[in-house]
């Protein structure tokens, strides 16, 4: 009997797929890391307490399967009921469950660029069809106006994904320019707010007050949890029960539940940390502009700059040299510009000099 090359036994859409690709994990010490957006503090001493007292005599025993008890406590922080929420291991899970719930294979999964580069992934394992509509000039989000005169957004989409505040750029978008986008739509829309803490406003009341809108967060970028993956839905609980019956059995690990509810019982130690980053953000942002940088305002956890004498993917391995990790993305719109994450003021300081060492 003639062998079958495995590559044959594989679906030719994932023999075709490009897959997502994460920011640098380094292999070597002593790089300064500025190139996943992590936090650059650690999460809050009670929260560290609370995870070490859960792990003794219950790693043998199944997590909560619908992460009843932290839905209790996102419900109660964000006014609205239990069935509005669905947690997830980190938001991405629960964005691909929406692509799976939600589009038909062969529809529309439509989305903004340069965005997430998740999204157009996400519609390709699933046999979508993804739309991707350039962001308006200094990627600001374009108009319904604008949209509908250009005849490439698509306002029938059985789903849209719109990150606020954008990945990489990190320009914020107003609630009420989201909110027309929105009732402009007829397919069900995602907010997704995996940096909102940094932002000026947030637009989670849009969840609330349409059936066809849900708003993503996480609790990875802000709340110091990348380790543990936890994220979150919020939106109709006929979208989020849809979800629910389509998601793994204990899709969310006991030591993340426990880790996010005791966040929520420290809110005030984590707000102290947003505005740290915030004011190293604007402080950095500075610094960068009078040495020639050109960089985009930005309402998330890192800056997106235009390097100035050599090309951004020769400042990418200038810096790397200089032991700084940052992020480059090659496509077209994007090939000129580095992402910075926002880490420690020491952290800053190191990119600062780096940056001076480079243009000399």
């Not at 002593?30 to 792990?55: C, D, F, Q, R, W």
């Not at 698509?154 to 719109?162: H, Q, S, Y």
């Not at 709340?223 to 629910?244: D, E, K, N, T």
């Not at 740290?276 to 800056?303: C, E, K, W, Y």
Request: glycine residues 6%; charged residues 20%.
């Amino acid at each position: 009997m003639p062998s079958i090359h495995p590559q044959f036994l594989i679906r030719p859409l994932v023999r075709a797929l490009h897959p997502y690709v994460p920011g640098e994990q380094p292999k070597i010490r002593g790089l300064i890391k500025l190139n996943t957006n992590e936090n650059p503090y650690p999460p809050s001493p009670k929260v560290l307490a609370a995870v070490k007292a859960a792990v003794d005599g219950r790693l043998r025993l199944y997590p909560n399967p619908t992460a009843e008890a932290l839905r209790q406590k996102l419900s109660r922080f964000h006014a609205c009921a239990p069935t509005n929420i669905i947690v997830g291991n980190g938001s991405d899970e629960l964005l691909a469950l929406a692509t799976r719930a939600f589009v038909e294979p062969g529809k529309t999964v439509q989305f903004f660029t340069p965005s997430y580069s998740l999204y157009p992934v996400l519609a390709q394992i699933h046999g979508a069809s993804p739309n991707a509509v350039p962001l308006a000039e200094s990627f600001a989000l374009p108009s319904v106006a604008a949209l509908r005169a250009g005849h490439a957004w698509d306002f029938r989409a059985a789903l849209t994904f719109v990150t606020t505040p954008n990945a990489p750029t990190g320009c914020g978008y107003g609630t009420r320019q989201l909110d027309q986008l929105c009732r402009a739509q007829k397919g069900v829309v995602i907010l997704d707010e995996t940096y909102v803490d940094f932002a000026r406003e947030n637009a989670l009341a849009l969840a609330l007050r349409h059936p066809h809108v849900i708003v993503a967060r996480t609790f990875s970028k802000a709340y110091s949890l990348c380790f543990l993956r936890v994220g979150y839905f919020v939106g109709h609980p006929s979208l989020i029960g849809a979800l629910q019956k389509i998601r793994d059995s204990y899709n969310v690990n006991g030591l993340g539940q426990v880790a996010a509810a005791a966040t929520l019982a420290d809110l005030p130690y984590y707000r102290r940390n947003f505005k740290r980053i915030i004011a190293t953000r604007q402080r950095l942002s500075r610094q960068l502009a009078a040495l020639g940088f050109d960089v985009l305002p930005s309402q998330a956890n890192f800056i997106f700059v235009r390097p100035p004498r050599f090309p951004a993917q020769a400042w990418l391995q200038k810096l790397r040299d200089e032991r700084v990790l940052v992020r480059w993305f090659g496509a077209a719109e994007t090939k000129h510009f580095l992402r910075v994450t926002i880490g420690t003021d020491a952290e800053a300081d190191a990119l600062l000099q780096a940056a001076r060492l480079i243009l000399r």
